[in-house]
């Protein structure tokens, strides 16, 4: 069985601090940012008692793949992967807001439109639609960042109106989250793939945006296999995805769906590794690039030992003389 990666405890020279996120262990070094991609793994933003294996490295690699193909549209984070799953990169100042952008209707969308929303953020939905349909321009739906418990929907005026981000910058991210998702889409129909929804992050450093965090990796997209969506939306059935939601309607189907008082479901050998092989499916579609498992023994210590050369190199070239 694979060392799968629960959590890290590092301490860098240099190191200020640390934060442990949902799935991100992040350490903050001098005036870089050492993300460790851990196999943990959410839902309904709960961390599952489970670690999955391969999971960081996959998330890690396809960030740092989509990072490196829309450097173009906006500059990122991103200096260098020293680690199959660590990425270092630029201190940014994070805007308390992420960029969701849908071009279908599903997944929790479809949830709140059942119940009968006809406005997501703000931004309104037609009567008569069905699940999974394509709306007839993508909709962008922001959420606040929470550092604790759910993130909560926030429309483009609320964000505005209570001066999370300024209007100028606001404008600019909005343009930067539609021409990302545009680069995205068009790079996952070449793989025969169907970008659904996905989300951004931006910061700021030295007065310019970054794109930030991850970037179409199976935690923050959908993605549908394009062969047959057509044929399985008239007809009503489920569309063959590659995304988290398998994991949010195998909890559902359980009883769970993060509230109060709900038992997590017991995920045994079997579920783990079903889960890890569709990381790596999903690795494949989309990069096109057979995924290559890193060793399997003292995986917290090669870590280490690779962002310590990293944060070393760095320093000799960067230090000034």
């Known amino acids: 069985m694979y060392n799968a990666v ?20 992040v350490y903050f070094v001098d005036d870089l940012l050492v993300m460790i991609a851990t196999d943990r793994i959410s839902a309904f933003d709960v961390v599952l008692p489970r670690a999955i294996p391969y999971k960081g490295q996959v998330l890690n690699q396809i960030a740092s ?14 200096i260098n992967t020293p680690d199959p799953m660590a990425t270092t990169g630029y201190l940014c100042k994070p805007y308390p807001v992420e960029m969701i952008i849908r071009a279908y209707l599903t997944g929790s969308s479809w949830r709140a439109y059942q119940k009968g929303a006809r406005q997501i953020c703000g931004v309104p939905l037609p009567e008569g639609m069905k699940e999974h349909q394509r709306f007839p321009q993508p909709i962008i739906t922001p959420t ?22 300024p209007e100028e910058d606001y404008i600019q991210i909005e343009e930067y989250t539609r021409l990302l998702f545009e680069r995205g889409s068009m790079m996952a129909a070449q793989k025969g793939l169907i970008l659904v929804d996905t989300k951004y992050e931006f910061g700021n450093k030295d007065g310019e945006i970054y794109l930030i965090d991850e970037v179409h990796t199976p ?5 549908f296999y394009a062969e047959g969506y057509e044929e399985r939306f008239s007809k009503g059935q489920p569309q063959l995805q590659l995304s988290k939601e398998f994991v949010r309607e195998w909890l559902m189907e359980r009883g769970f769906m993060g509230q109060p008082g709900q038992q997590i479901p017991i995920m045994d050998d079997d579920f783990v590794n079903s889960v890890s092989e569709r990381y790596i499916e999903l690795y494949e579609k989309i990069t096109g690039e057979k995924f290559i498992k890193s060793p399997l023994e003292n995986v917290e210590e090669r870590i280490k030992r690779n962002v310590l050369q990293f944060l070393t190199n760095y320093k000799r070239i960067h230090t000034p003389k």
């Not at 929470?146 to 981000?165: C, F, K, V």
């Not at 935690?219 to 993605?223: F, K, P």
Request: net charge negative; aromatic share 12%; charged share 30%.
């Open 6 to 25: 629960l959590e890290t405890n590092y301490q860098f020279p240099g190191q200020t601090k640390v934060y442990h996120g949902k799935v991100r262990d």
């Open 65 to 78: 793949y989509f990072l490196d193909a829309t450097s173009d549209i906006v500059p990122n984070w991103k």
């Open 144 to 165: 606040t960042k929470a550092t604790e418990g759910h993130d909560m929907d926030i429309s483009r005026d609320e964000i505005i109106q209570n001066g999370l981000i």
């Open 219 to 223: 935690d923050s997209s959908r993605y």
